[in-house]
């Protein structure tokens, strides 16, 4: 759909209410469109992860003003996906189509020579039970012979 007032009349059609009800949320969900005026704007917030941001930004529910009857933020962000794109992406799937270029990682060594004080950096959870086991399945592929390689995952998309 071309405008966030056409979401809100689909989403007035099918939750109840009147379009203004939907109006503010469907404008979240495009609001990249006055950065990147054209359908690239939908990799900022047409995916899952937009979902469950506007379910931050929202609540789980949203108030109709129209008769005060509760609509959940979820199925309204996915309808909204769902009528722009088909199907509701991840995050992972725009972020794949991402070519990274040099500017995205200039200073992360920089920053992390910076801040280190010689010190291995802090661990990210996992124990030392977790790191033994890790050692234990690193030695067992060792001994096989062969690094195993998981087979590649194939991926369909609902329609």
């Known amino acids: 759909m071309s405008h966030p007032y056409y979401h809100a009349l689909s989403s007035a059609a099918r939750f109840g209410g009147v379009a203004d009800d939907y109006v503010e949320l469907h404008e979240w969900f495009d609001q990249a469109k006055a950065h990147c005026p054209d359908a690239r704007h939908r990799a900022v917030l047409h995916s899952s992860f937009g979902i469950y941001l506007a379910q931050q930004c929202f609540g789980e529910v949203i108030t109709r003003a129209s008769d005060r009857r509760k609509i959940p933020v979820r199925l309204i962000g996915e309808q909204h996906v769902l009528e722009d794109l088909g199907y509701i992406p991840t995050l992972h799937e725009w972020l794949r189509?991402?070519?990274?270029?040099?500017?995205?990682?200039?200073?992360?060594?920089?920053?992390?020579?910076?801040?280190?004080?010689?010190?291995?950096?802090?661990?990210?959870?996992?124990?030392?039970?977790?790191?033994?086991?890790?050692?234990?399945s690193k030695k067992k592929i060792a001994r096989k012979g062969a690094t195993r390689r998981a087979a590649p995952r194939v991926k369909t998309r609902k329609r």
């Open 97 to 136: 189509c991402l070519q990274p270029q040099p500017w995205m990682t200039q200073n992360t060594r920089s920053l992390s020579r910076e801040l280190s004080d010689g010190a291995p950096p802090p661990s990210r959870g996992g124990g030392t039970k977790a790191k033994q086991e890790l050692a234990k």
